[in-house]
Every structure is written in C-alpha cells, then in structure tokens.
C-alpha cells in the first residue's frame, strides 16, 4: 500500500513539474518585411522586422548565397545582415606602397556552406535561446 502511494506521489509530481515547463517555455517569434537593399560595389543588405523575439533569444548570423553574415539591430525589432560580393580575385583592389591605402580594401568573404540545406531563394537565421543554437529558414522569394 506505501509503494501504491509513493508511485502516486512521485507521479503527480512529475506531471506537474512537465505542465510548469510549458508555462515558462519560449515562444517561438516571426520574421516579416524581409527586404534586400543593394549597396556599392555589388553588395547588399537583408533587413527584416521580429515580432515577439524573447528576452534569452539572441539572433547571430544569416546565412545566403553561400556566404555568412552577423545579425545586427540598429532599431527596436528590426535586425539586418550585410554581404559583400564574393570575388575573390578582383581586379579592383587597391596596391600601395602606402599601407593606409591598402587597408581601404574590403576583405572578401569565403563561400561558407549554411549548417542546414537551404534552397537558392531561401536563407537561414541561426539564433541562441538559453545556450541553445537554432535555425529558421527565411523565404526569400516570396517576400523579395
């Protein structure tokens, strides 16, 4: 009869402890007016607007067209990714003796392949919520 009870116990405790999880989880959040803004030299920008992004939730990097970018906010639930283009070997570089004109060259960014499969119209957020990486893909051809 005292083990019945105990089973009980230990039960209905776990019961309850699973339905106080629930009640403290995250949210997931939604991206909307994604926008790609063209830049000098080739380079672009993809702005997009968070709705009910968590206080643990950090967003890092965008990953499109092979390259990889840091998430930024420069306002209130609005975050941005610059690209660069990806010549390697351009012939628009700047050679100097004088090493200040030189520093002006922008590095180029490598080809980095997304963690997840993404299609050619399509990019991936990668964000942290409590010390865990997550993903999100963004279409890009429905909003663009």
């Known amino acids: 009869m005292y083990y019945k009870f105990s089973i009980f116990i230990i039960l209905a405790f776990l019961v309850s402890s699973c ?71 351009s012939e628009d570089r700047i050679l100097s003796v004088n090493r200040a004109e030189e520093a002006k060259n922008t590095l180029p960014q490598l080809p980095v392949k997304p963690p997840l499969e993404i299609e050619k119209s399509e990019a991936l957020l990668s964000y942290i919520i409590e010390s865990e990486i997550k993903y999100k893909v963004l279409d890009l051809k429905s909003e663009l």
């Open 19 to 89: 339905g106080s999880n629930k009640v403290l989880g995250v949210r997931d959040f939604s991206v909307k007016n994604i926008e790609r803004i063209e830049l000098d030299n080739q380079a672009f920008e993809i702005t997009f607007e968070v709705n009910e992004l968590n206080h643990n939730t950090q967003l890092e990097y965008l990953y499109f067209d092979n390259q990889k970018s840091a998430v930024v906010n420069y306002s209130e639930n609005k975050f941005s990714a610059k690209f660069a283009p990806s010549k390697i070997n």
